[in-house]
């Protein structure tokens, strides 16, 4: 099973209750798609024994045989390419690489046969081990902008049948989509504030539209209101665990330190955690 654990915004937690869920299965592979800004390594520190580069092809425009007639510009949805007219000179076709989506239309229809493409690195992937954690993680280079393309080649190297826990990007964007299609299962980290519960909507509406099996995790339970759960509640949407707010919690957190292998307490809440994902799945599958 292939459980992502997503939140509308950051800061809820997400993180945490993807690393303690991991800790407390057997055998289990951990995915950070959060490759903007990767931190679940910091708490579970794995032996990185991999790394492999992610790379995407770029145009590269052969002037001695471009003809400057406009057609990769026209054919390119992302505005990568851009044509320069020169009076009385050929036009000059102008790449912009960090634009490019490298789908490869410009070269396919080039008539000139004047495209090629060569790969540029754009970020890695690194694998490595943590006690019975099989870890990995994407790392987007600075100024990169393709983050659902390292994202999908590191959604490549997932096991279909090793349990799989998939730590998402905050949000509800385009890199979140890319972290959790195709996944079994979504949970959706959210706190008890006005903040977590506007941004809770738009992530219930986004797995909902993706068809995906889903519940809630609340953090910090007791810090706000109960709105986060009367809606949770009138959606009926599973909560599936509370986290109570804890100082605790908040230094093992700000120590780098983990939650559910140093607490009897803790490791009890993502076991029920896990046991409810299952028996929300299960009921989800068998009214599909």
Do not use: W
Not at 49 to 54: F, G, M
Not at 74 to 79: K, L
Not at 164 to 171: F, H, N, Q, S
């Amino acid at each position: 099973m292939i459980i992502a654990v997503a939140s509308g915004k950051g800061g809820t937690g997400k993180t945490t209750v993807a690393v303690n869920l991991a800790l407390v299965l057997e055998k289990v592979d951990f995915f950070d798609s959060d490759v903007e800004e990767p931190n679940a390594h910091l708490f579970l520190k794995p032996d990185i024994k991999i790394t492999s580069e992610v790379a995407v092809p770029v145009p590269v425009i052969d002037a001695g045989n471009c003809t400057g007639c406009g057609k990769c510009a026209e054919v390119c949805a992302y505005h990568a390419l851009a044509v320069i007219p020169h009076p009385g000179k050929k036009s000059q076709v102008l790449v912009f690489p960090h634009l490019c989506h490298a789908c490869g239309a410009c070269s396919l229809l080039c008539p000139a046969g004047a495209i090629r493409e060569e790969a540029r690195n754009i970020g890695v992937i690194e694998e490595g081990e943590c006690g019975n954690i099989r870890f990995l993680h994407g790392k987007m280079n600075v100024g990169e902008v393709l983050s659902p393309t390292i994202i999908r080649r590191l959604k490549g190297k997932v096991r279909p049948d090793a349990v799989t826990i998939i730590d998402a990007p905050p949000g509800t964007s385009c890199p979140v989509v890319a972290a959790i299609r195709g996944v079994d299962f979504c949970v959706l980290v959210t706190e008890p504030t006005p903040f977590g519960l506007h941004d809770l909507t738009l992530a219930v509406d986004v797995v909902r539209q993706m068809k995906i099996p889903f519940g809630v995790v609340i953090n910090r339970a007791g810090l706000g209101n109960d709105a986060a759960e009367d809606y949770c509640r009138a959606e009926k949407i599973p909560v599936l665990a509370k986290i109570l707010f804890d100082r605790e919690i908040a230094v093992r957190y700000s120590t780098g330190d983990t939650l559910a292998d140093k607490s009897p307490e803790m490791a009890k809440i993502f076991t029920e955690l896990y046991q409810n994902i299952c028996q929300v799945k299960n009921e989800a599958d068998r009214c599909s």
